[in-house]
Protein backbone atom coordinates (compact mmCIF):
# COMPACT_ATOMS: atom_id res chain seq x y z
CA UNK A 1 0.00 0.00 0.00
CA UNK A 2 1.08 3.40 -1.13
CA UNK A 3 0.30 7.07 0.16
CA UNK A 4 0.94 10.36 -1.02
CA UNK A 5 2.82 13.08 0.74
CA UNK A 6 2.85 12.27 3.99
CA UNK A 7 3.42 14.78 7.19
CA UNK A 8 3.96 13.63 10.41
CA UNK A 9 2.64 16.86 13.10
CA UNK A 10 4.22 16.89 16.49
CA UNK A 11 1.81 18.90 18.82
CA UNK A 12 4.09 18.71 22.41
CA UNK A 13 3.65 20.90 25.79
CA UNK A 14 5.76 21.29 28.90
CA UNK A 15 5.32 23.55 31.76
CA UNK A 16 6.98 26.69 31.68
CA UNK A 17 6.73 27.40 35.76
CA UNK A 18 8.72 25.24 37.81
CA UNK A 19 7.90 25.05 41.58
CA UNK A 20 10.29 26.23 44.20
CA UNK A 21 10.64 22.30 45.25
CA UNK A 22 11.68 21.91 41.92
CA UNK A 23 13.77 24.59 41.45
CA UNK A 24 17.24 22.71 42.12
CA UNK A 25 15.90 19.68 40.59
CA UNK A 26 19.17 18.60 38.54
CA UNK A 27 16.52 15.96 36.73
CA UNK A 28 13.98 18.95 34.86
CA UNK A 29 14.98 19.75 31.77
CA UNK A 30 13.83 23.58 31.59
CA UNK A 31 14.61 23.11 27.80
CA UNK A 32 12.85 20.00 26.65
CA UNK A 33 10.77 20.69 23.77
CA UNK A 34 13.76 22.67 22.41
CA UNK A 35 16.14 20.24 23.17
CA UNK A 36 13.65 17.65 21.78
CA UNK A 37 13.05 19.75 18.89
CA UNK A 38 16.90 19.80 18.06
CA UNK A 39 17.25 15.80 18.10
CA UNK A 40 14.50 15.28 16.29
CA UNK A 41 15.83 17.40 13.44
CA UNK A 42 19.35 15.94 13.97
CA UNK A 43 18.72 12.20 13.82
CA UNK A 44 16.20 12.40 10.80
CA UNK A 45 18.11 15.14 8.80
CA UNK A 46 21.07 15.39 10.50
CA UNK A 47 20.90 19.29 11.05
CA UNK A 48 20.92 21.31 14.56
CA UNK A 49 18.34 24.13 14.43
CA UNK A 50 19.49 25.79 17.50
CA UNK A 51 16.13 26.14 18.85
CA UNK A 52 17.02 27.83 22.55
CA UNK A 53 19.07 30.20 20.71
CA UNK A 54 17.00 31.40 18.74
CA UNK A 55 13.85 31.88 20.65
CA UNK A 56 13.06 34.53 23.72
CA UNK A 57 11.28 33.11 26.28
CA UNK A 58 10.40 36.10 27.96
CA UNK A 59 8.62 37.76 25.27
CA UNK A 60 6.12 40.34 26.14
CA UNK A 61 3.52 41.16 25.96
CA UNK A 62 2.07 38.06 28.65
CA UNK A 63 -1.15 37.08 26.66
CA UNK A 64 -2.31 33.32 26.59
CA UNK A 65 -0.53 32.84 23.60
CA UNK A 66 2.40 34.40 22.36
CA UNK A 67 5.01 33.09 19.50
CA UNK A 68 8.30 32.87 20.77
CA UNK A 69 10.61 33.38 18.18
CA UNK A 70 12.27 36.09 18.41
CA UNK A 71 11.88 39.16 16.38
CA UNK A 72 15.39 38.76 14.75
CA UNK A 73 14.64 35.43 13.30
CA UNK A 74 11.08 35.95 11.60
CA UNK A 75 11.16 35.93 7.94
CA UNK A 76 8.39 37.13 6.06
CA UNK A 77 6.01 37.22 9.02
CA UNK A 78 6.49 33.17 9.79
CA UNK A 79 7.33 32.72 13.43
CA UNK A 80 8.24 29.04 12.90
CA UNK A 81 11.73 27.92 11.79
CA UNK A 82 11.80 26.00 8.48
CA UNK A 83 14.48 23.27 7.48
CA UNK A 84 15.07 20.80 4.56
CA UNK A 85 17.19 17.81 4.21
CA UNK A 86 17.00 14.44 2.87
CA UNK A 87 16.32 10.57 4.25
CA UNK A 88 16.88 7.69 1.60
CA UNK A 89 14.42 4.95 1.02
CA UNK A 90 16.10 3.05 -1.64
CA UNK A 91 16.66 6.48 -3.01
CA UNK A 92 17.20 10.00 -1.15
CA UNK A 93 13.87 11.58 -1.11
CA UNK A 94 13.60 15.87 0.29
CA UNK A 95 12.26 16.18 3.36
CA UNK A 96 10.95 19.46 4.52
CA UNK A 97 9.46 20.63 7.88
CA UNK A 98 9.19 23.09 10.57
CA UNK A 99 9.36 24.12 14.22
CA UNK A 100 7.02 26.13 15.87
CA UNK A 101 7.76 27.50 19.25
CA UNK A 102 4.89 29.33 21.22
CA UNK A 103 3.76 30.02 24.85
CA UNK A 104 -0.01 29.01 26.14
CA UNK A 105 -1.03 30.00 29.30
CA UNK A 106 1.50 28.24 31.50
CA UNK A 107 3.25 25.84 29.12
CA UNK A 108 5.38 26.10 26.56
CA UNK A 109 4.72 24.19 23.36
CA UNK A 110 5.82 23.14 19.92
CA UNK A 111 4.34 22.30 16.82
CA UNK A 112 7.14 20.58 14.35
CA UNK A 113 6.26 18.98 11.30
CA UNK A 114 8.23 16.53 8.83
CA UNK A 115 6.63 15.86 5.02
CA UNK A 116 7.62 14.62 1.95
CA UNK A 117 6.50 17.67 -0.12
CA UNK A 118 3.71 17.01 -2.82
CA UNK A 119 5.69 18.88 -5.42
CA UNK A 120 9.48 19.15 -6.10
CA UNK A 121 10.90 20.84 -8.90
CA UNK A 122 7.35 21.91 -10.12
CA UNK A 123 6.20 17.92 -9.99
CA UNK A 124 3.96 15.95 -8.18
CA UNK A 125 6.53 13.63 -5.66
CA UNK A 126 5.70 9.85 -6.48
CA UNK A 127 3.55 8.06 -4.04
CA UNK A 128 5.30 6.24 -1.17
CA UNK A 129 5.33 2.72 0.44
CA UNK A 130 3.98 3.27 4.19
CA UNK A 131 7.01 2.10 5.41
CA UNK A 132 8.21 6.04 4.58
CA UNK A 133 7.25 7.09 7.95
CA UNK A 134 9.59 4.99 9.82
CA UNK A 135 12.71 7.39 7.98
CA UNK A 136 10.94 10.41 9.87
CA UNK A 137 10.74 8.62 13.32
CA UNK A 138 14.16 6.96 13.79
CA UNK A 139 15.06 5.72 17.21
CA UNK A 140 11.64 6.65 18.40
CA UNK A 141 12.74 10.12 18.39
CA UNK A 142 9.46 11.51 18.81
CA UNK A 143 7.74 10.40 21.74
CA UNK A 144 9.55 12.59 24.11
CA UNK A 145 10.82 11.38 27.35
CA UNK A 146 9.53 12.04 30.63
CA UNK A 147 9.86 14.96 32.86
CA UNK A 148 8.25 16.80 35.24
CA UNK A 149 7.53 19.42 33.33
CA UNK A 150 6.02 17.20 30.38
CA UNK A 151 2.41 17.97 30.01
CA UNK A 152 1.51 15.48 26.91
CA UNK A 153 2.08 14.92 23.15
CA UNK A 154 0.08 14.08 20.23
CA UNK A 155 1.29 12.74 17.35
CA UNK A 156 -0.96 13.43 14.13
CA UNK A 157 -0.14 11.91 10.83
CA UNK A 158 -1.66 13.23 7.98
CA UNK A 159 -1.20 11.67 3.83
CA UNK A 160 -3.00 11.56 0.51
CA UNK A 161 -5.45 8.90 -0.33
CA UNK A 162 -3.72 7.44 -3.83
CA UNK A 163 -6.81 6.62 -5.32
CA UNK A 164 -10.80 5.99 -4.97
CA UNK A 165 -10.29 2.57 -4.24
CA UNK A 166 -8.14 3.68 -1.25
CA UNK A 167 -10.85 5.00 0.46
CA UNK A 168 -13.08 1.65 1.40
CA UNK A 169 -9.17 0.11 2.79
CA UNK A 170 -9.02 3.67 5.08
CA UNK A 171 -8.41 1.70 8.21
CA UNK A 172 -6.28 -1.07 7.15
CA UNK A 173 -4.40 1.69 5.60
CA UNK A 174 -4.46 4.06 8.94
CA UNK A 175 -3.33 0.65 10.91
CA UNK A 176 -0.49 0.23 8.38
CA UNK A 177 0.65 3.54 9.39
CA UNK A 178 0.49 3.19 13.13
CA UNK A 179 2.31 0.44 12.57
CA UNK A 180 5.38 1.85 10.10
CA UNK A 181 5.35 5.26 12.61
CA UNK A 182 7.07 3.34 15.32
CA UNK A 183 9.97 0.77 15.69
CA UNK A 184 9.41 -3.04 15.48
CA UNK A 185 8.55 -4.42 18.55
CA UNK A 186 7.26 -1.25 20.52
CA UNK A 187 3.76 -1.06 22.05
CA UNK A 188 1.24 0.09 19.64
CA UNK A 189 -1.28 2.36 21.12
CA UNK A 190 -4.49 0.27 20.52
CA UNK A 191 -7.28 1.68 18.53
CA UNK A 192 -9.55 4.17 19.97
CA UNK A 193 -12.38 5.13 17.22
CA UNK A 194 -12.89 6.60 13.61
CA UNK A 195 -14.94 9.51 11.95
CA UNK A 196 -14.50 12.01 9.15
CA UNK A 197 -13.06 15.35 9.62
CA UNK A 198 -13.05 18.06 6.94
CA UNK A 199 -15.02 15.22 4.49
CA UNK A 200 -11.72 12.80 5.18
CA UNK A 201 -11.89 9.81 6.70
CA UNK A 202 -9.63 10.20 10.56
CA UNK A 203 -8.64 7.08 13.27
CA UNK A 204 -7.60 8.29 16.90
CA UNK A 205 -5.11 5.66 18.62
CA UNK A 206 -4.54 5.40 22.35
CA UNK A 207 -6.93 4.53 25.39
CA UNK A 208 -7.36 6.43 28.50
CA UNK A 209 -7.91 2.85 30.58
CA UNK A 210 -4.01 2.63 29.86
CA UNK A 211 -3.13 5.96 31.53
CA UNK A 212 0.07 5.16 32.55
CA UNK A 213 1.40 4.16 28.96
CA UNK A 214 -0.93 6.48 26.78
CA UNK A 215 -0.01 7.91 23.94
CA UNK A 216 -2.40 9.51 21.00
CA UNK A 217 -2.24 9.40 17.77
CA UNK A 218 -3.89 10.85 15.41
CA UNK A 219 -4.39 9.66 11.21
CA UNK A 220 -5.83 11.40 8.64
CA UNK A 221 -6.12 10.49 5.83
CA UNK A 222 -7.06 12.82 2.54
CA UNK A 223 -9.66 11.90 0.16
CA UNK A 224 -9.69 15.42 -1.38
CA UNK A 225 -8.16 19.19 -1.42
CA UNK A 226 -11.35 19.95 1.12
CA UNK A 227 -9.44 18.41 4.34
CA UNK A 228 -6.47 20.10 3.28
CA UNK A 229 -7.70 23.54 2.99
CA UNK A 230 -9.74 23.44 5.57
CA UNK A 231 -6.52 22.15 7.95
CA UNK A 232 -4.73 25.30 6.57
CA UNK A 233 -7.63 27.41 7.62
CA UNK A 234 -7.68 26.65 11.23
CA UNK A 235 -4.39 25.41 11.97
CA UNK A 236 -3.48 28.11 14.68
CA UNK A 237 -6.89 26.97 16.60
CA UNK A 238 -6.12 23.35 16.51
CA UNK A 239 -3.03 23.74 18.16
CA UNK A 240 -4.82 25.38 20.71
CA UNK A 241 -7.55 22.86 21.00
CA UNK A 242 -4.54 20.16 21.43
CA UNK A 243 -3.41 21.91 23.91
CA UNK A 244 -6.37 22.45 26.23
CA UNK A 245 -7.39 18.27 25.49
CA UNK A 246 -3.74 17.00 26.16
CA UNK A 247 -3.82 19.73 29.76
CA UNK A 248 -7.39 17.77 30.57
CA UNK A 249 -5.84 14.57 29.73
CA UNK A 250 -2.81 15.34 31.86
CA UNK A 251 -5.15 16.25 34.77
CA UNK A 252 -6.91 13.07 34.57
CA UNK A 253 -4.20 10.95 34.37
CA UNK A 254 -3.03 12.99 37.89
CA UNK A 255 -5.86 12.19 39.10
CA UNK A 256 -5.36 8.40 38.81
CA UNK A 257 -1.78 8.66 40.22
CA UNK A 258 -3.88 10.51 43.49
CA UNK A 259 -6.29 7.85 43.27
CA UNK A 260 -3.95 5.77 44.44
CA UNK A 261 -2.15 7.37 47.00
CA UNK A 262 -5.69 8.23 48.46
CA UNK A 263 -5.95 3.82 48.50
CA UNK A 264 -3.30 3.81 50.54
CA UNK A 265 -3.93 5.79 53.18
CA UNK A 266 -7.65 5.59 53.74
CA UNK A 267 -6.44 1.67 54.34
CA UNK A 268 -4.09 3.14 56.66
CA UNK A 269 -6.90 5.09 58.22
CA UNK A 270 -9.18 1.38 58.47
CA UNK A 271 -6.17 -0.23 59.93
CA UNK A 272 -6.27 2.21 62.79
CA UNK A 273 -9.93 1.93 63.10
CA UNK A 274 -10.32 -1.74 63.35
CA UNK A 275 -7.10 -1.81 66.20
CA UNK A 276 -9.16 1.05 68.86
CA UNK A 277 -10.05 -0.28 71.80
CA UNK A 278 -14.07 0.15 72.37
CA UNK A 279 -14.74 2.87 74.80
CA UNK A 280 -17.14 0.17 76.52
CA UNK A 281 -15.10 -2.59 77.04
CA UNK A 282 -13.63 -2.28 80.31
CA UNK A 283 -11.16 -5.18 79.97
CA UNK A 284 -10.10 -3.55 76.61
CA UNK A 285 -9.76 0.26 78.20
CA UNK A 286 -8.26 -1.07 81.27
CA UNK A 287 -4.92 -2.99 79.29
CA UNK A 288 -5.16 -0.01 76.59
CA UNK A 289 -1.61 1.13 76.50
CA UNK A 290 -2.18 4.79 77.18
CA UNK A 291 1.20 5.37 75.61
CA UNK A 292 0.52 3.85 72.35
CA UNK A 293 -2.92 5.60 72.29
CA UNK A 294 -1.19 9.00 72.73
CA UNK A 295 1.39 8.34 69.53
CA UNK A 296 -1.71 7.46 67.50
CA UNK A 297 -3.04 10.74 68.77
CA UNK A 298 -0.15 12.31 66.83
CA UNK A 299 -0.01 10.87 64.54
CA UNK A 300 -3.59 10.58 63.30
CA UNK A 301 -3.54 14.67 62.36
CA UNK A 302 -0.60 14.31 60.05
CA UNK A 303 -2.40 11.59 58.27
CA UNK A 304 -5.57 13.69 58.24
CA UNK A 305 -3.80 16.92 56.86
CA UNK A 306 -2.04 14.79 54.28
CA UNK A 307 -5.40 12.80 53.16
CA UNK A 308 -6.83 16.04 53.09
CA UNK A 309 -4.37 17.98 50.69
CA UNK A 310 -4.96 14.57 48.17
CA UNK A 311 -8.37 15.08 48.24
CA UNK A 312 -8.05 19.00 47.51
CA UNK A 313 -5.69 17.63 44.60
CA UNK A 314 -8.18 15.89 43.37
CA UNK A 315 -10.23 18.50 43.37
CA UNK A 316 -7.88 20.53 41.73
CA UNK A 317 -7.50 18.28 39.11
CA UNK A 318 -11.27 17.57 38.33
CA UNK A 319 -11.29 22.16 38.51
CA UNK A 320 -8.33 21.95 35.64
CA UNK A 321 -10.46 19.47 33.47
CA UNK A 322 -13.51 21.78 33.37
CA UNK A 323 -11.50 24.87 33.13
CA UNK A 324 -9.79 23.77 29.98
CA UNK A 325 -12.80 21.54 28.62
CA UNK A 326 -14.01 25.33 28.34
CA UNK A 327 -11.76 26.35 26.80
CA UNK A 328 -11.91 23.23 24.15
CA UNK A 329 -15.25 24.30 23.46
CA UNK A 330 -14.59 27.79 22.72
CA UNK A 331 -11.85 27.28 20.10
CA UNK A 332 -14.40 24.60 18.79
CA UNK A 333 -16.43 27.74 18.27
CA UNK A 334 -14.03 29.74 16.49
CA UNK A 335 -13.39 26.57 14.27
CA UNK A 336 -17.24 26.39 13.38
CA UNK A 337 -17.50 29.77 12.51
CA UNK A 338 -14.42 29.47 10.13
CA UNK A 339 -15.10 25.78 8.15
CA UNK A 340 -18.60 25.26 9.55
CA UNK A 341 -20.11 22.40 11.55
CA UNK A 342 -18.69 19.24 10.32
CA UNK A 343 -16.37 18.93 13.28
CA UNK A 344 -18.36 16.22 14.84
CA UNK A 345 -15.28 13.95 15.12
CA UNK A 346 -13.75 16.47 17.84
CA UNK A 347 -16.54 17.28 19.08
CA UNK A 348 -16.28 13.76 20.88
CA UNK A 349 -13.88 14.49 23.09
CA UNK A 350 -16.05 17.45 25.04
CA UNK A 351 -19.24 15.49 24.32
CA UNK A 352 -17.63 12.37 26.10
CA UNK A 353 -13.96 11.81 27.32
CA UNK A 354 -14.24 15.17 29.39
CA UNK A 355 -17.67 14.56 31.73
CA UNK A 356 -16.19 10.99 31.89
CA UNK A 357 -12.83 12.19 33.29
CA UNK A 358 -15.20 14.58 35.59
CA UNK A 359 -17.53 11.67 36.54
CA UNK A 360 -15.12 9.41 37.55
CA UNK A 361 -13.21 11.95 39.64
CA UNK A 362 -16.57 13.19 41.40
CA UNK A 363 -17.01 9.49 42.47
CA UNK A 364 -13.67 8.96 43.46
CA UNK A 365 -14.32 12.18 45.52
CA UNK A 366 -17.43 10.87 46.96
CA UNK A 367 -15.81 7.38 48.26
CA UNK A 368 -12.94 9.33 49.87
CA UNK A 369 -14.49 12.03 51.48
CA UNK A 370 -15.84 9.01 53.84
CA UNK A 371 -12.42 8.15 54.78
CA UNK A 372 -12.00 11.84 56.08
CA UNK A 373 -15.00 11.57 58.43
CA UNK A 374 -13.38 7.79 59.71
CA UNK A 375 -10.49 10.07 60.52
CA UNK A 376 -12.32 12.53 62.77
CA UNK A 377 -14.10 10.03 64.32
CA UNK A 378 -11.18 7.53 65.03
CA UNK A 379 -9.28 10.99 66.33
CA UNK A 380 -12.22 11.58 68.55
CA UNK A 381 -12.83 8.21 69.84
CA UNK A 382 -9.09 8.03 70.56
CA UNK A 383 -8.89 11.38 72.84
CA UNK A 384 -11.59 10.06 74.48
CA UNK A 385 -10.13 6.70 75.22
CA UNK A 386 -6.79 8.73 76.38
CA UNK A 387 -8.85 10.72 78.86
CA UNK A 388 -11.00 8.05 80.11
CA UNK A 389 -7.91 6.22 80.75
CA UNK A 390 -5.80 9.54 82.40
CA UNK A 391 -9.24 10.37 84.66
CA UNK A 392 -9.22 6.63 85.71
CA UNK A 393 -5.32 6.45 86.23
CA UNK A 394 -5.63 9.97 88.22
CA UNK A 395 -8.93 8.47 90.47
CA UNK A 396 -6.50 5.51 91.07
CA UNK A 397 -3.51 7.53 91.96
CA UNK A 398 -5.96 9.86 94.27
CA UNK A 399 -7.30 6.94 95.90
CA UNK A 400 -3.89 5.59 96.83
CA UNK A 401 -2.91 8.76 98.47
CA UNK A 402 -5.92 8.81 100.37
CA UNK A 403 -5.80 4.94 101.58
CA UNK A 404 -2.13 6.45 102.42
CA UNK A 405 -2.96 9.40 103.66
CA UNK A 406 -5.40 7.93 106.49
CA UNK A 407 -3.47 4.45 107.47
CA UNK A 408 0.26 6.95 107.86
CA UNK A 409 -2.07 9.20 109.94
CA UNK A 410 -3.69 6.79 112.13
CA UNK A 411 -0.41 5.18 113.14
CA UNK A 412 0.77 8.48 113.98
CA UNK A 413 -1.56 9.05 116.15
CA UNK A 414 -0.89 5.58 117.92
CA UNK A 415 2.73 6.18 117.73
CA UNK A 416 2.18 9.74 119.45
CA UNK A 417 -0.11 7.91 122.59
CA UNK A 418 3.68 5.25 122.46
CA UNK A 419 5.43 8.14 123.16
CA UNK A 420 4.31 8.42 126.68
CA UNK A 421 6.15 5.42 127.71
CA UNK A 422 9.13 6.22 125.47
CA UNK A 423 11.32 6.33 128.69
CA UNK A 424 11.04 2.20 129.01
CA UNK A 425 12.53 2.06 125.67
CA UNK A 426 16.10 2.94 127.60
CA UNK A 427 15.66 -0.82 128.95
CA UNK A 428 18.26 -2.64 127.26
CA UNK A 429 17.39 -4.87 124.19
CA UNK A 430 17.06 -8.42 125.00
CA UNK A 431 16.38 -11.17 122.20
CA UNK A 432 12.43 -12.53 121.20
CA UNK A 433 12.45 -15.67 123.29
CA UNK A 434 9.65 -17.46 125.38
CA UNK A 435 11.71 -16.71 128.11
CA UNK A 436 11.87 -13.03 127.87
CA UNK A 437 9.19 -10.81 127.82
CA UNK A 438 8.75 -8.64 124.60
CA UNK A 439 10.72 -5.88 125.10
CA UNK A 440 8.64 -2.42 125.00
CA UNK A 441 10.43 -1.28 122.14
CA UNK A 442 9.53 -4.21 120.12
CA UNK A 443 5.76 -4.09 121.54
CA UNK A 444 5.58 -0.82 120.13
CA UNK A 445 6.86 -0.93 116.97
CA UNK A 446 4.67 -3.90 116.43
CA UNK A 447 1.66 -2.29 117.52
CA UNK A 448 2.04 1.35 115.36
CA UNK A 449 2.42 -1.11 112.48
CA UNK A 450 -0.47 -3.15 113.02
CA UNK A 451 -2.42 0.29 113.77
CA UNK A 452 -1.06 1.77 110.15
CA UNK A 453 -2.24 -1.60 108.37
CA UNK A 454 -5.49 -1.27 109.90
CA UNK A 455 -6.08 2.23 109.31
CA UNK A 456 -4.76 1.46 105.51
CA UNK A 457 -7.59 -1.23 104.92
CA UNK A 458 -10.31 1.04 106.68
CA UNK A 459 -9.11 4.02 104.11
CA UNK A 460 -9.28 1.32 101.35
CA UNK A 461 -12.91 0.56 102.54
CA UNK A 462 -14.26 3.91 102.46
CA UNK A 463 -12.53 5.36 99.43
CA UNK A 464 -13.84 2.06 97.60
CA UNK A 465 -17.09 3.12 98.99
CA UNK A 466 -16.93 6.82 97.56
CA UNK A 467 -15.64 5.39 94.48
CA UNK A 468 -18.26 2.94 93.68
CA UNK A 469 -21.41 3.74 95.30
CA UNK A 470 -23.99 0.67 95.85
CA UNK A 471 -27.15 1.34 93.77
CA UNK A 472 -30.32 2.09 94.83
CA UNK A 473 -33.22 0.07 94.62
Same mark, same amino acid.
Given at each position: ????????????????K????????????????????????????????????????????????????????????????????????????????????????????????L??????????????E???????????????P???????????????L??????? /????????? &??? !? $?? =? *?????? %? +????????????????? /????????? &??? !? $?? =? *?????? %? +????????????F??????????????Y????????????????????????????????????????????????????R??????????????????????????????????????Q??????????????????????????????????????????????????????????G??I????????????????????????????Y???????L??????????????????P????
Open positions: MKIYAPNIHLFAFQLYISNIDANNSLIDKNLLWNTGNEIVRTTLHQDLHLSQRLDVDKKPKNPRVDLLKDTEVIDDNYAVTFEGKVTLNQELLVNGFAYPLRLHDSYGLWLNRRPETENNYNTDNLIAFLRQLNPNNCLILENPLFVGQTLLVTAWTGAKDRK /SSQEIANEC &LKF !L $FP =D *NYPLPP %F +NRQGELFGSPIFEYGLF /SQSDNYQHV &LIW !L $FA =D *NQADTK %F +NQCYDDLVDLFFRTKSVKAYKDSKKTKKLDIAYREVEKTIEKLPKIDDKKSTNTANLTDLQNQLKALPQLALEYTRLLDLEEQQNTIAIHTYNYNEKLQRIRDTIGNDISFLEFFSKSSPYFQQQITADLGYFRHGLELLGKAIDSIRGIVEIEQAESDRSLERTIQILGIGFGGAISAIITEYINEINIPLAAISPKNPPHPFASLFLSIVTLLFIGVGWLITKRRHYRNKK
